[in-house]
């Protein structure tokens, strides 16, 4: 079948390359590099000619790009916070974070969920005070559901529970506990989370980051393996939380070359390399400014990148958080319908890899991989993460 590219003669990158040296009036190609880390620089020009095999990326089988919609609930009191997430729920939001700031009890979960039914969302919790015990609220939500008589294997859901993270001496045996108890009674709940958060930089330590993110998920598969689960299991309630910044093409090779890497580390284990855990995306917060309007514009944009590079499920921060207030009803609806305009309008959801056979984006997303892999290595090597 004729196109209208078949209208115009093919133009090596050489010819490009004269031509653009032409244009520069003696100045060096080189000066229109950018230098993303300290191995990796990123051309001015790419080329059909610089085409590199496809990423083979895993999407667990989907046949669409569908993620779920986020949304933070920051609020102290437990009967405020149900009224911010039914509010949400109203909005679209598909996935609830609620984030603790004090410990809870039957009474105030109960409270807090009050009117949500559990079985058509996806349910999170974060926990941010001393003493935090990730398995009592694990058999707190188990109770709650058998009280409002849901089926607890339909819940979806997860609790930021990262051992290495939170604890001086990390409680694995507690982790390996609730690994078996989700699995026999809630497996669609993820108890073991590897927040890549703390490792973010900012665009130039991606590979930093991967690095480490790989490296702990890694560590966990490797010591609960040895403590008798299988490495499949212990995947299969894992995620992954990752922060993005706002260098829109970096990130989205960032959350590509993650896909790829993890699904070797799978390999290496002897699980299903396709079997990729859920990716959480957070929007990082030093990328946020003073001016609201400005934030607005920003999470749009990195939202695009997080949807494009295959976020499972996005949080996209209200514009005001940066003041240190409590997000308003306006700067929630913001980040809730930035989403919805990237499904409803941009049809973001309706094609899975849409990135995918970019000759720019495929480049960056190998160099990242490979040196993310480099520092994987190099930390592995050190037993930075020795359990």
Not at 18 to 25: C, M, S, T
Not at 85 to 98: N, P, V
Not at 132 to 154: G, M, S, T
Not at 188 to 209: A, D, P, T
Request: proline fraction near 5%; glycine fraction near 4%; charge should be negative.
């Amino acid at each position: 079948m004729q196109t209208i590219f078949d209208e115009f003669p093919p133009v090596s990158k050489e010819e490009w390359l004269q031509k653009i040296e032409k244009d520069l009036r003696g100045k060096p190609l080189s000066d229109l590099q950018w230098q993303l880390e300290d191995n990796i620089n990123v051309d001015a020009l790419y080329h059909p000619d610089d085409q590199v095999p496809a990423t083979a990326l895993s999407w667990n089988g989907r046949s669409e790009n569908e993620w779920e919609i986020g949304e933070y609930i920051i609020e102290d009191k437990t009967s405020e916070a149900n009224k911010l997430a039914l509010k949400g729920l109203q909005g679209g939001a598909q996935a609830l974070l609620f984030r603790l700031k004090k410990d809870i009890d039957k009474e105030a979960l109960a409270e807090l969920l009050n009117g949500i039914e559990l079985d058509l969302i996806s349910t999170h919790f974060e926990q941010f005070y001393a003493d935090k015990d990730p398995v009592k609220l694990l058999n707190l939500i188990f109770d709650h559901i058998k009280e409002v008589e849901k089926d607890p294997a339909l819940i979806e859901g997860s609790i930021d529970f990262d051992p290495m993270l939170d604890w001086v001496d990390p409680p694995m045996d507690k982790m390996k506990e609730c690994i078996v108890f989700c699995q026999e009674n809630m497996p669609k709940f993820k108890i073991l989370q590897v927040n890549g958060r703390e490792y973010h930089g900012g665009n130039e330590y991606s590979s930093r980051e991967l690095g480490y993110i790989l490296a702990k998920g890694n560590e966990y598969l490797s010591y609960l393996s040895e403590q008798g689960l299988d490495p499949a299991l212990v995947n299969s309630h894992m995620q992954f939380a990752i922060s993005i910044s706002t260098s829109f093409f970096v990130e989205i090779a960032k959350l590509r070359a993650f896909r790829l890497l993890w699904g070797n580390v799978l390999q290496a284990h002897g699980v299903d390399p396709t079997q990729i855990p859920a990716v959480e995306v957070h929007l990082a917060r030093e990328t946020q400014v003073e001016d609201i309007h400005t934030n607005m514009i920003r999470a749009t944009t990195q939202a695009m990148s997080a949807v494009i590079g295959g976020a499972d499920r996005l949080y996209v921060r209200p514009a005001n958080l940066v003041k240190k207030e409590a997000p308003m009803p306006f700067t929630l609806r913001i980040a809730r319908n930035a989403q919805h305009l990237l499904k409803l309008e941009s049809y973001l959801n309706r094609v899975v890899d849409p990135s995918a056979g970019s000759y720019y984006i495929e480049a960056l997303t190998d160099k990242l991989a490979d040196e993310a892999w480099a520092k994987f290595q190099e930390i592995e090597l050190s037993n930075e993460f020795s359990l």
